[in-house]
């Protein structure tokens, strides 16, 4: 059964660094997400990705965030600049159509010391 | 603002019984639910879905009960086995999906 991957499982960085986390989406899939879990708090919305586009992002999407789909596979996820209240749990989703439900990659534990 | 609240964060339920799971939500305007399922160190897990047109749904163990008018819906496991004890999540999903904060079952032997 596809899957949704993410890279890497675990990222260690300094607070003012740049990171990317990447994804790799199920191959049918149109529409593309990510959300983050903050440490025994909810899951929540980052950013939706449609259309090569940003269709809605949150409050917490500021400038320091940005996403790309580069070269058709990848989904990309950059913090230009960490704080450390960026440390959470990332995860990527995506969906074949507007109706449908989402599936989430693995996560990708980001920890900024 | 919560617009999906699970007000139970954890359940304890015996093996092979009813484990029922609560949640409601506050904007009328929803029209598609969902329930993830999430064990520790892995994404939500898709589990059952269910759209405003109907009052019910069900696949397998799993029902769900839509109450459009208490704005309430409830999901339904049974019968409980040992492999349910996760972390689920009430949605709904405008596109973006909007999470309630999860409540934690634990089945019982």
């Known amino acids: 059964e596809p899957e949704v991957t993410q890279t890497p499982s675990h990222q260690v960085t300094q607070m003012g660094q740049e990171v990317i986390l990447r994804c790799v989406p199920i191959?049918?899939?149109?529409?593309f997400y990510w959300y983050r879990q903050i440490l025994g708090q909810k899951v929540e919305f980052l950013v939706s990705f449609y259309n090569n586009e940003i269709s809605e992002k949150s409050e917490i999407f500021d400038d320091q965030f940005s996403v790309e789909r580069p070269d058709g596979s990848n989904f990309t996820l950059k913090i230009r600049s960490t704080k450390l209240e960026d440390s959470a749990m990332y995860f990527c989703a995506g969906k074949e159509g507007r109706n449908y439900e989402q599936y989430f990659g693995p996560g990708t534990r980001l920890t900024v010391t | 603002d919560q617009q999906v609240k699970q007000n139970s964060p954890s359940l304890s339920v015996q093996e092979g019984r009813i484990s029922i799971l609560n949640c409601d939500y506050t904007n009328s305007m929803f029209d598609y639910f969902l329930w993830y399922k999430k064990y520790p160190a892995e994404g939500p897990t898709f589990l059952i879905s269910?759209?405003?047109?109907?009052d019910k749904n069900e696949d397998g163990r799993f029902t769900v009960f839509l109450n459009k008018s208490a704005k309430h819906l409830s999901l339904h496991i049974v019968p409980s086995q040992p492999g349910d004890s996760a972390v689920y999540f009430c949605a709904a999903s405008e596109d973006k999906i909007i999470f309630g904060k999860g409540t934690r079952l634990h089945i019982l032997p």
């Open positions: 191959s049918n899939h149109l529409y």
């Open positions: 269910i759209s405003s047109i109907k």
